[in-house]
């Protein structure tokens, strides 16, 4: 997305590029419904697979520019894949599964038992490296952890989603209502995405973070009120803001990982998209695993009312967990901008000047790319024409 965008907007390309992974969600809620219509998992998998035969002979056939390129990887780079990925996946799996089988199974405290030395073992190699992969010194430092912080509470709130849906669900919407309800969510992401992009400000990060997790707070508390199906228009109003706002706060909290990291070397960079991606999937995981918990013992402990009444009075302890949360991160971010005017102001009286926006790398001006061959033009349209027929096939019964 940088490489598409003039020099002077390559700093929303960049928000473009992370926010548009965000719209993908949504987008599944409106397609699947029609696919499962069609022939239930097969046509999920021939429209998956069309999409990845398009997307390779995209690849092969727009070529980006050269960039700059340095050997970073060394031997020991596997341990530390090995053991620090063995033991995340391990927590995942604990966060994603336990929740379906009532965090009940022998096998939970085994697998957290084993993934707290693995996790051990891979940071204690990279604290002794001269030159680690992920650089856990700075990632321990008080800015990177506050942000950290920031985006793991931000993306616990997002979980709230998922709840709302699963309301909506168990009190009866209909399947058109629901799709209805994720198409609403879609736009709202895309014109999060669009929002963020268009008034992106390197000087001003906290400031849209804060203004977007509050947002969610608000909605989060609104759909908390008694609900029934004919609250719907509600709930389509606070999702719409709810899906706006996810969006809207993930190019800022991303720009401000990079110019922190950027700060330091460019080498520190790769130890920054390790954070963001892990504190993205996991917490995911985390939140919706948390919030559906206490979905749970909220149930339980209005099971003595009538089981409508019960449902409906877990859901809504459970938003309203929801929304203290989102108005904790709130706070929290208006902490960290207080911190970063503070920062400034003290920069600012010691005459040091302001730290320059994130560079973004330039391509080549006289830089062409390579034509493809005949042959290999005919065999990637001939790939590309199989995704295409693949995804018109998964809609068909």
Sequence with gaps: MTQALPAKWRIRGLVLGIGVVQCALPLAMVLSPALLAASERRSLFEFEAGLALLSLAAVALVRLPPTERTRVFQTLDAATFGLMGGGLALV????????????SPGWIPLALAAAVPLIGLGVGIELKRPQPLIDLRWLARSEAARFALAVLMARLVLAEQQIAMDLLRTLGARPDQLEALAGLILMGAAAGVAASAVSINVEKLARPMMLAVAVVAVAAFVESAPADLDALPRFYGSQFVIGFAGAYFLGPALLMGVTQALQRGSRELISFIV???LINAVGALLGHALLATVLDWSRARHEAALADDAIVLAY?????????LATATAVYLGVLLSIRIRARLVQLKAGAAPSPPPPVAAAPSQWRPPAASLAETIVLCGVAAGGVALVIRAFIP
């Design 275 to 277: 954070l963001f991606g």
């Design 92 to 103: 995942a799996a604990v966060a994603g599964l336990g929740l379906e089988s009532g965090w």
């Design 316 to 324: 809504r302890d459970t938003l309203r967990l929801a929304a203290m």
